[in-house]
């Protein structure tokens, strides 16, 4: 069966919404916080030279930047169809190329050709290093899109905070120039010390940040669901962190061959204003906002909250339907889903949440509902007495339904 039959025959299958399999992404430079139900022994199946997994990306287009070693399809959602015959998949990608605006909608579709976000679990024992994420005039140069970013820490998955949920973000107010590329000229020294010039907030479970290109950010060790803009650009600025020593070729990811060793080049990427802005808190610390009118939304039986909300790449939402309860909700653009907590139906698909996943298990906890299927409104039931379903929902680009 060719590539656009089974995208075809998967929509169908699913009356405008997709199942997806699990995509797992390991990271040299991580050590796994093992809170994405992925199986004990799996966190290093890849082998220990492609380091453990500790992201799940989630409703991606987007191959992931891993090296020489990255896997094909590394980091690329697989569509599952399964009839009589058995199991097959084909990328969320090709799909995308192939059915165009019957899955993502005409807008985006005639707009961008693709599919221009994603969202990822991100797991990480420790905290990682300062780095940044360029913004599109420095992504250009070596062919790729400027990367914006979001945070929002599922309760579900922080049963601990790991060993340090704290993020360093920004500059200090009163940092100069010459002391940053000072920080960044001692990076193969040793301890760069560039965090002593930045500022540290405490992660808490059910709230998020945003986080723009061009600021440096050093994520806590919280587990993080976080919707982007679909690249995998970045550089990492901070030489040594939790006693790991950071590769300096991971200072000159994301620079052209001809520009590595060029300080102002690095400088340049850094957005310094927005970086020192004294008011960072306020700017890009987000608690859930409701969609709609509380008491509205608890009569009909559920709850849903913006969470992620301050950059037009991208938007999510929290979904909770209540406990024995069915719902149909509408949203004005296609979506990806992963299913937190609960089990019941949505649309013709049954979900659950697993409480363990093996690498390559497929499973009933990811979706992606298309833009039809959205404005028509989607079908979910609760079967559960005492359990709510807790679904997260990641758009594209200008989601109608959101003001910013």
């Not at 995208?7 to 796994?32: D, H, M, N």
């Not at 901070?238 to 300096?248: T, Y």
Request: charged residues 25%.
């Amino acid at each position: 069966m060719g590539l656009s039959s089974i995208a075809e025959k998967a929509l169908e299958q699913g009356k405008g919404i997709l199942r997806l399999a699990p995509t797992w992404v390991p990271r040299s430079f991580c050590v796994p916080g093992r809170r994405i139900k992925l199986h004990p022994d799996d966190y290093y199946v890849l082998g220990g030279e492609r380091g453990g997994i500790d992201e799940r990306w989630l409703s991606s287009t987007t191959p992931a930047e891993n090296g020489p070693l990255t896997g094909e399809n590394e980091g690329l959602s697989q569509i599952v169809f399964q009839d009589e015959s058995g199991v097959q998949k084909v990328t969320l990608r090709d799909a995308v190329n192939e059915l165009k605006g019957e899955i993502i909608g005409e807008r985006l579709w005639d707009k961008y050709k693709s599919w221009p976000m994603y969202s990822k679990f991100f797991d990480n024992m420790g905290p990682l290093p300062h780095h940044i994420h360029h913004r599109d005039e420095h992504a250009a140069m070596v062919g790729q899109n400027g990367k914006p970013e979001a945070y929002y820490f599922p309760p579900q998955l922080n049963n601990h905070g790991g060993d340090f949920p704290y993020t360093f973000i920004g500059i200090a107010p009163g940092t100069s120039k010459e002391q940053i590329k000072e920080c960044l000229m001692n990076f193969t020294k040793g301890d760069n010390k560039i965090t002593n010039y930045s500022q540290a907030f405490r992660l808490e479970p059910g709230t998020g940040w945003d986080v723009p290109p061009g600021m440096l950010h050093a994520p806590g060790s919280l587990c993080t669901y976080e919707p982007q803009k679909a690249s995998d650009i970045f550089a990492m600025y901070q030489s040594l962190v939790n006693e790991a020593v950071i590769p300096e070729e991971l200072l000159w990811k994301g620079t052209p061959k001809d520009r590595i060793g060029d300080y102002d080049l690095l400088m340049e990427v850094i957005d310094w204003d927005l970086n020192v802005n004294p008011n960072l808190m306020e700017k890009h610390f987000m608690r859930p906002k409701p969609v709609k009118d509380v008491e509205e939304m608890a009569a009909a039986g559920y709850s849903e909250n913006w969470i992620c909300y301050k950059n037009e790449a991208y938007s999510a939402k929290e979904l909770t339907v209540f406990p024995g309860q069915t719902v149909t909700i509408k949203d004005a653009a296609a979506y990806g889903l992963i299913v937190m907590q609960g089990h019941g139906k949505l649309g013709e698909w049954e979900i659950e949440t697993p409480a363990l996943i093996r690498y390559g298990q497929l499973t009933n906890d990811e979706f992606f509902v298309s833009e039809k299927a959205a404005v028509a409104g989607v079908v979910i039931s609760n079967p559960s007495t005492t359990d709510p379903i807790v679904m997260l929902k990641h758009f594209g680009p200008l989601n109608p339904d959101l003001v910013l």
